[in-house]
């Protein structure tokens, strides 16, 4: 019988690629795989800019690794670190670049508390359905408050902290404290009731409402759905700053502005006087140069208002009259001057037309006048008779004659 050659075989391989898409899609109809719960302890904690998380989760034989999408990550309410021992929700499927199969979480909590997230998750999604935690309600912090009122326990670190801070950042505003406990059974009663009064009695501008960091359960108070009414209620603005960064609590979202610690509250309550003082500095040049401006526009107002009335006044119109009459007067005299030489001029041009047309004028010239006895002027011969006596005017002189 023949053997068949070593290797030889009648399937084609499979790419690496297939492999693993094959591997997944057996993960992924697998009923369990798509819906557990995995317990371990975080390692290898991962936080990209991109939002989504990266880790491992260990127990003392296997490790797992983690991944938490952004969409997810911007839900929780734990911020996890390396060393917790927590319990993951999610899927196991197959990263096929890498060949690796994983958890894809879309839950985290830490181990044993199980229930009050539950709770806390129950009463958040209670609350943001009537819309407590609507960013259209949330108030503005006023930026120069005069009062604030400050809710946590008078014998706290939290206390001492946000005291501190606003006397090194704003000495200037009065600050109230209404002390509660923060912490038990009577806590949730207690910050309702410390609220109500700073609202009703001393009305400030603003409230902190603070705590140090805890447990879970040491925050619990700030988890109470009464406590996240009154915070909505509250005539002022509240600053929550409730634990330490990664401490989220109904308060945080109920909130108008949420701080990390209490003295980022204490800072987010208050201006800080350096900065005061610069914009008072920035202030004051602007204002010296408005009124610079102002001052300088009116002088020019007033220099044109002045020059407008000395145009307009009765003494410089009569001034003004005395110059006009004057130029009146010598172009008037001009003008007359101009016509008496005119009319001499004429007259004497008449004169010589009158001295060369006059008698005596002809006469001088061999010319004589010849008149009879009543003195009319003889023209023709026909006019006189013989032995008539008549007049004869020369030049010189006159005669008598006799007519032949």
Known sequence: MDQLPLFQSSQAPFTVSEVNAHIRDLMEADEVLQDLWVHGEISNLSRPKSGHLYFSIKDGNATLRVVMWRNSTARLIYQPQDGDQIEAHGNISVYEVGGQYQL???????????????????????????????????????????????????????????????????????????????????????????????????????????????????LWAFNDEAVAHAIADSDAPLISGVGHETDFTIADFVSDLRAPTPTAAAELATPNRGDILANLGELQEILYRTVSDFIQEARWGWKEIANRLLRQSPENRLLSARQRLDELLSRGALVLGHNINLQKTKLAGIQQQLIALSPQNVLTRGFAMVTDQDGGIIKSKTQVKKGEEIDIRLSDGNLNAEVK
């Open 104 to 218: 894809y979480a879309d839950q985290i909590r830490p181990a044993g508390l199980g229930s009050l997230f539950l709770e806390f998750q129950k009463l958040k999604e209670k609350l943001e359905k009537e819309g407590l935690f609507d960013q259209e309600r949330k108030r503005a912090i006023p930026s120069l408050p005069k009062v604030i009122g400050v809710v946590t326990s008078p014998s706290g670190a939290a206390l001492r902290d946000i005291l501190n801070t606003i006397r090194r950042r704003y000495p200037l505003v009065e600050v109230i404290v209404s002390p509660a406990t923060v912490q038990g059974e009577s806590a949730p009663k207690e910050i309702i009731s410390a609220i109500n009064q700073l609202n009703q009695y001393t009305k400030p501008d603003l409230i902190i409402l603070a705590r140090g960091g805890g447990s879970i359960e040491d």
